[in-house]
């Protein structure tokens, strides 16, 4: 019977364990990104924001967006137009959905015994899409999202870096490299 107990807390253990190494990597950020085969970025040299619908956060967070993406597109040396001729088109929508997140833990040891738990609370995670389009052609070419960039909590200094990380971490992917 201690066989059985004792091979029953060790796949518990591990159960908890598992549980316990998903819950850390759903916590990261995710970037995904597609461009439109055969373009040539190396011709877009300026910017302009656009409206494309969709859902937008608070006015704050709205403008730390905007000067998130400025920052990362000047660090690439594309120059926001101030005419109304710019090589592309820019603009973003925001989602925010809410996720269950599971936490575990468990107590004791293998040789008395041991219980575990486990807790699910409610997070809400943010998406942010970006999209590029060619100002003249007015056509999609690349998009990207990052996930879980907008989590609201009440740390307004985390939040920021959270978004600034999640915009940095997209922009990373753009321009495409051409193989």
């Known amino acids: 019977m201690n066989i059985d107990r004792q091979n029953a807390f060790q796949t518990a253990a591990g159960l908890c ?6 819950c850390g990597l759903g916590l990261a950020q ?16 300026t910017y302009k924001w656009v409206d494309c619908g969709g859902k937008h956060p608070d006015q704050i967070t709205d403008q730390e967006i905007v000067q ?17 001729t710019p090589d592309m088109f820019v603009c973003y929508q925001v989602a925010v959905d809410q996720e269950r997140q599971w936490n575990a833990f468990g107590t004791g040891g293998l040789r008395f015994g041991g219980m575990g738990s486990a807790t699910s609370s409610t997070i809400s995670n943010g998406s ?19 996930t879980k960039t907008l989590n609201p909590s009440g740390n307004e200094q985390k939040n920021l870096k959270n978004l600034a990380n999640g915009i940095a971490k997209l922009m990373k992917n753009f321009p495409p490299i051409v193989k």
């Open 17 to 22: 364990l598992a549980l316990l190494a998903c």
């Open 30 to 45: 995710d970037v995904k990104y597609n461009s439109m085969p055969g373009t040539n970025f190396a011709k877009y040299h």
């Open 68 to 84: 998130d993406i400025d920052a990362q597109l000047a660090h690439k040396g594309f120059t926001k137009a101030t005419n109304d």
């Open 128 to 146: 942010l899409v970006l999209d590029m389009y060619d100002a003249q052609a007015k056509q999609q070419i690349w998009q990207g999202t990052a």
